[in-house]
């Protein structure tokens, strides 16, 4: 079956720096999203990009179809940041989406 | 904008007991709706897939008998956890689409089982 995986699991960074998330899935992907879940656990939606390159805020995304890779670039990280970041991809003829095993980042002040 | 709630955010239930959770598309159709499955320390896991005029689909090690889910109409759908017990612990989210479109995510129920 399809299969997303997340590196690195874990980040710590200091409040300023920036963040590469990556994700490689095994299958072709139709749509690809990446979410922010909070500590508190609510998922939040942060981009879709299923090719090329996405821009909102601080954050970037690259996702490179053929090579089945996607990233998540976060400039000048902050404290509130803090969070597990999700990779998630569907194929339209499954309607099923699959979701990585995630990127926990901690932001230290 | 197409939005998907859920409801309740939280709850807590004792063992042994059912618990059950909707999910309510908002602006957009809801042709397919998927329920997932976050256990503690765990990425989401699909649970099953219902899709208008099509039989629920569920997941290996996910039942009907377990987890029977209702989606009869094009916004809502409910899913209860039946006989409810520690394992069952985690984050319960609802994901809802039309067509090929991109899924929608509601913010999920959390369920602790005391």
């Known amino acids: 079956g399809q299969q997303v995986q997340q590196s690195p699991a874990s980040l710590v960074l200091q409040e300023g720096e920036n963040a590469e998330l990556q994700c490689n899935f095994s299958?072709?992907?139709?749509?690809l999203q990446w979410f922010y879940q909070s500590p508190g656990g609510s998922l939040v939606s942060l981009l879709s990009n299923p090719s090329g390159t996405k821009h909102t805020g601080r954050l970037t995304s690259t996702t490179v179809t053929k090579e089945r890779r996607s990233s998540l670039h976060i400039s000048s990280s902050q404290t509130t940041d803090s969070g597990t970041y999700l990779c998630?991809?569907?194929?339209?003829?499954?309607?099923?989406?699959?979701f990585g095993t995630g990127t926990r980042l901690q932001v230290l002040p | 904008g197409a939005l998907v709630y859920q409801y309740p955010r939280r709850t807590i239930c004792k063992s042994g007991t059912s618990m059950r959770m909707e999910c309510q598309a908002v602006g957009f159709q809801a042709t397919s709706v998927a329920w997932y499955r976050q256990s503690p320390q765990k990425t989401f896991e699909l649970i099953a897939l219902?899709?208008?005029?099509?039989?629920?689909?569920?997941e290996q090690n996910f039942t009907q008998e377990k987890f029977p889910i209702s989606h009869p109409n094009l916004s809502f759908s409910s899913m209860t956890v039946l006989n409810a017990y520690l394992e069952d612990r985690g984050l319960y989210l609802c994901g809802a689409k039309t067509g090929a479109d991109t899924q929608y995510f509601g913010p999920g129920t959390r369920l602790l089982v005391l």
């Open positions: 219902s899709t208008v005029n099509s039989a629920i689909k569920y």
């Open positions: 299958s072709t992907a139709t749509q």
């Open positions: 998630a991809i569907d194929r339209s003829n499954t309607n099923k989406v699959v």
